[in-house]
């Protein structure tokens, strides 16, 4: 890599992270094995969360690469620290389109640990599937 693309590189980390809007705490989920690009726009709300069996409300806005199909999910999750899921919940897209503007609602997991992640990401499901947006919030 040439100093250029380095230095573009940067700026585009840079903008990039200035960009992102979410509850405070959040991060890209490199931590979590996954590199890809951050959400645009994600809100949950309460925070913090409620107990367990309450639903928590994530507002996401998100463009994206390329339509959805019936097989690109929004996918809410809570993991351990170390990424072992502990409940999640998967929903539908509308087919063919290239932003995403809605709420989704999760319900709080029994069993939390102390500490735990709230992953929110945009997949595809299935075969060859693979993540297209994610962030992931630390908690507490
Ligand atoms: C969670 O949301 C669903 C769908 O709106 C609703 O049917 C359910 O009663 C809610 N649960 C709680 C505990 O508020």
Redesign the pocket.
């Given at each position: 890599m040439n100093g250029n693309l380095i230095l573009i590189s940067i700026f585009l980390l840079l903008t990039r992270s200035f960009t992102v809007k979410a509850n405070v705490g959040w991060s890209d989920c490199s931590f979590n094995a996954i590199d890809v690009p951050i959400m645009d726009a994600t809100f949950f709300s309460p925070d913090p969360i409620g107990p367990a069996?309450?639903?928590l409300s994530v507002q996401v806005t998100q463009s994206l690469i390329k339509p959805t199909t019936r097989f690109t999910k929004l996918v809410i999750q809570f993991t351990s620290v170390k990424g072992t899921p502990i409940g999640h919940s998967r929903h539908p897209l509308v087919e063919s389109i290239d932003k995403i503007d809605d709420t989704f609602?999760a319900?709080v997991p029994q069993f939390l640990p102390a500490n735990y992640l709230i992953k929110v990401a945009v997949v595809e499901v299935g075969l060859g599937g693979y993540t297209w947006n994610c962030i992931l919030f630390h908690r507490p």
């Amino acid at each position: 890599m040439n100093g250029n693309l380095i230095l573009i590189s940067i700026f585009l980390l840079l903008t990039r992270s200035f960009t992102v809007k979410a509850n405070v705490g959040w991060s890209d989920c490199s931590f979590n094995a996954i590199d890809v690009p951050i959400m645009d726009a994600t809100f949950f709300s309460p925070d913090p969360i409620g107990p367990a069996g309450t639903n928590l409300s994530v507002q996401v806005t998100q463009s994206l690469i390329k339509p959805t199909t019936r097989f690109t999910k929004l996918v809410i999750q809570f993991t351990s620290v170390k990424g072992t899921p502990i409940g999640h919940s998967r929903h539908p897209l509308v087919e063919s389109i290239d932003k995403i503007d809605d709420t989704f609602l999760a319900v709080v997991p029994q069993f939390l640990p102390a500490n735990y992640l709230i992953k929110v990401a945009v997949v595809e499901v299935g075969l060859g599937g693979y993540t297209w947006n994610c962030i992931l919030f630390h908690r507490p």
